[in-house]
């Protein structure tokens, strides 16, 4: 969009980055509900077991800041996932309002399951490595961006400059 795009052209459903952004997350959302029911877990189970493989332990806190989700979401996957006998969920020895999550034994095994989850979507995305991480990147930075300003004053407004 430019500044000379008018306020009808603006407001057209094809324009909007938000709209390209929802679809495209239908849609992964989508494949990745094939690649992971083998493995039983839903998408945002995936992230969870996905920081656990990487850091073996984390807070509930920490898990909320890192997957960006809140603890009214966080705390039923969690239980759905200590159900499921993936992790552990126990107070902290040092801080009791803290909540330690671990992997099981059956959590660490079903790493190995997982292994060709991300080489399959991939295949599926069907871009060049150096695309795929260019589109990582830029929506890394918007991520980044967008919690950023979303820090700042609601009334704020853009100027000119910045909406072009």
Not at 90 to 109: H, K, N
Not at 134 to 150: S, V
């Amino acid at each position: 969009m430019t500044l000379s795009t008018s306020p009808e052209e603006a407001l057209k459903l094809d324009n909007q980055l938000c709209f390209a952004l929802y679809a495209a997350t239908r849609a992964m959302m989508s494949t990745y509900r094939g690649l992971l029911e083998q493995l039983g877990l839903t998408f945002p189970q995936y992230l969870v077991m996905l920081v656990l493989w990487e850091v073996g332990q984390s807070t509930v806190k920490d898990l909320g800041q890192t997957l960006y989700l809140d603890s009214g979401t966080l705390s039923p996957l969690l239980k759905r996932l200590e159900a499921a006998g993936l992790i552990h969920r126990t107070r902290s020895a040092r801080d009791e309002r803290a909540v330690e999550i671990s992997l099981t034994e059956a959590g660490q095994a079903l790493k190995e399951q997982a292994f060709p989850v991300p080489g399959q979507f991939n295949c599926r995305v069907a871009l060049e490595a150096s695309e795929f991480a260019h589109l990582r990147g830029q929506l890394r930075d918007l991520a980044e961006t967008l919690a950023l300003n979303n820090e700042l004053s609601s009334t704020q407004s853009c100027t000119p400059e910045q909406i072009g």
